[in-house]
């Protein structure tokens, strides 16, 4: 079983800004707290400490970490798995799972895969600088040796 590794968290906090107030990261979104951590029970003016925020990362990444285990069916670098659990932590198992850059990679059509990250960079068809970004550093960090 493989695991987010420091580059992996690193990317993921790097696009996640903590915050121990909820927010909405765009009008669009759900409400935010922490380091990207949403659910029911985030709402607006929810607080945390840093320790709730460490121990819901630890927790909300690690289902993103499952799910790209659950949908690979190659063998890939520590690098190219955090980039992928960057990705699925972003987007939700379910795209992920569906994806086009999932099947590029199962089919190990490497020279593929990387410029399929970034596809995934825009909300209800609105292209958003910061999901460019991210994709461009997920893209980047799958093709780190």
Partial sequence: MMRLGAKGEAL???????????YKPTPADQWTIGWGHTG???????????EQAERWFLHDTQWAVLGVERSLNVGVSQNQFDALVSFTFNVGVTAEAHSTLLSYVNDQHWEQVPDQFLVWNKQAGVVLPGLTRRREAERELFLTA
Wanted: a negative charge; proline letters at 5%; charged letters at 25%.
């Fill in 12 to 22: 993921i906090k790097g696009f996640e800004k903590l915050s121990l107030v909820a």
């Fill in 40 to 50: 029911p029970e985030v709402v607006e003016g929810l607080t945390c400490t840093l």
